[in-house]
């Protein structure tokens, strides 16, 4: 594991040394995107469309990384992203992820499919935000915003762009399933990977049995291995604007909208009640061929200007976090990057990338010319050239 880390300098090495000490049905269920992968690379190629203006002979020897979010100020302008399933990964996964937030002063949503009771999450951090999938009908949907708030979270945040499960190709090519299946497959890159299966998958059923899925409706789900139990997927194709009313009416709290991309659809999650939106095509796992996050941030901050706007999708390096603050973003949020920092070292894999992002941003400020987030948010688009972005360079 030091070996590892030693050699993990930015976040993309996470996922090399993750493709080779996890599974290959897990590992496949971190990377798997839709389809052809488009709406993925569209999410990673986005940020080439334009360039930083760095500013020069600026006094930049003390620096701020700092943003204020619903009223919590955080040491940094990127949190963790809901990642599923996170305790088949690494040991506790979603104590893992929350504790390294914790420790590292950023925000962290923790997933709706998650196999840890959100009540130990919130417990162990208050500060963590919780993503809820929807369930299928209007009981259950009540049940869920209880139990959440009974938990103590003090941010809710609701998925909307999941009205139907995404194509499984990538799954089906990789093993995975949701249960998994006792397959021979299955058995052998369990054996052949021994250091998951003692440290995660045996550490877990021996301490605290067979995982379940325990946060996608008010009571537990289906376990997460067996041999003919399938996951109870309630229809969500019938959910609407009205849910997102009702839900506004039972959470008195800040309300985040995920799954947005479209400048009308923000509109209108404002208009509701959305005390924030997260743009995002769900990391390129359910529509392939969707925009970039990025690419509708300027428009969408342009259409909602009263509220915090985030997103989520392709961010890589600090350069990218960067760059959407300089289009309005007030926060971002990564996914994939910590699940794979998470498989190979756990919480201190997680906090390594979190410290390596965090540098990033702050060696990037220093070149530009920027001592403040705040000066990000303020007039950003002064610090970068795209082409066809009105006003995209400024007169000093």
């Not at 600026?58 to 040491?75: I, K, M, N, P, T």
């Not at 950023?106 to 009771?117: A, N, T, V, W």
């Not at 050239?385 to 000093?396: D, E, M």
Request: charged fraction near 20%.
């Amino acid at each position: 594991m030091k070996k590892a880390l030693k050699s993990c300098l930015c976040l993309n090495d996470f996922e090399r040394h993750a493709r080779r000490l996890l599974p290959e049905p897990i590992f496949g269920y971190i990377s798997a995107a839709a389809e052809e992968r488009a709406s993925f690379d569209n999410n990673i190629n986005a940020f080439k469309s334009c360039a930083f203006v760095n500013r020069v002979l600026v006094d930049v020897s003390r620096r701020d990384c700092g943003v204020e979010l619903f009223g919590q100020r955080y040491a940094q302008p990127f949190g963790i992203a809901p990642v599923g399933l996170s305790a088949l990964f690494t040991y506790r996964g979603d104590l893992a992820l929350s504790n390294a937030a914790s420790s590292r002063q950023i925000p962290m949503i923790m997933s709706g499919s998650s196999l840890i009771p959100l009540e130990e999450v919130a417990q162990r951090n208050p500060q963590t935000w919780f993503q809820a999938y929807l369930p299928g009908n209007i009981d259950q949907i009540d049940a869920l915003i209880r139990r959440v708030i009974q938990a103590g979270f003090k941010t809710l945040v609701i998925t909307v762009d999941t009205p139907i499960n995404p194509n499984k190709e990538h799954y089906i090519r990789s093993g995975f399933s949701t249960p998994l299946r006792f397959t021979p497959r299955l058995f052998w890159q369990g054996i052949s990977h021994p250091r998951w299966l003692a440290g995660t998958f045996l550490k877990t059923v021996i301490k605290h049995g067979i995982p379940h899925f325990e946060n996608n409706y008010a009571t537990r789900g289906a376990p997460i291995v067996s041999r003919n139990i399938e996951r109870d997927f309630s229809d969500r194709g019938h959910l609407n604007w009205e849910h997102l009313k009702r839900i506004r009416g039972l959470w008195k709290h800040p309300l985040v909208v995920k799954g947005i991309l479209s400048p009308q659809d923000a509109s209108m999650a404002v208009e509701l009640g959305a005390d924030g939106i997260i743009l995002s095509n769900h990391g390129g796992r359910q529509l392939d061929g969707a925009v970039s996050p990025f690419e509708m941030l300027p428009l969408v901050v342009e259409r909602c200007p009263r509220v915090p706007i985030m997103l989520d999708g392709g961010i890589r390096r600090g350069s990218d976090v960067l760059k959407c603050l300089a289009l309005g973003a007030r926060c971002v949020f990564v996914g994939r990057p910590f699940a794979y920092a998470a498989g190979v070292a756990g919480q201190q894999g997680i906090e390594q990338a979190i410290d390596l992002l965090s540098a990033e941003i702050d060696r990037d400020m220093a070149m530009l010319g920027l001592t403040r987030v705040s000066d990000l948010h303020a007039d950003g688009r002064r610090f970068l050239h795209r082409p066809g972005l009105a006003r995209s360079l400024r007169a000093a």
